[in-house]
């Protein structure tokens, strides 16, 4: 019995100092990053098969859309100085999307734009 765990532990050994000299090319950090990676790799594999599906289901649909609405969107964010003036949209009954300014106590800066005085909630059209 002494002699077979003699014999497990010279081979253990071996094959510990067979590992230490391939492996002696690389610095411990190099092999720690590169294990992290792998790691990472096969963690985030199944999420970026399922991107890829997302991709490949919707990706024409998001690609027309900007087509479409691009143009439209530019000159909005074009018009709009500071977003944070402005309401969450809201989406109404018949379809209509509003965007309603903040009052004017609730605004970040407490700032006006030019010519902007507090409004008492009302639009004219």
Known sequence: MLRILIISVACAAAVNTARAEEDS???L???GAELFLEGLRQEMEPAIK???GFAEQFGPALQSFMQEMGPALAELAAQVQDWSAYE???MLPNG???I???PFHER???SSPQGDAPSDGQTDI
Do not use: A, G, T
Request: no cysteine; charged share 50%; net charge neutral.
């Open 25 to 27: 090319s690389k610095s």
């Open 29 to 31: 950090m190099e092999q």
């Open 50 to 52: 399922d991107l890829r």
């Open 88 to 90: 969450v949209p809201e």
């Open 96 to 98: 209509d999307i509003i």
């Open 100 to 102: 309603r300014k903040k």
């Open 108 to 110: 970040p800066d407490n």
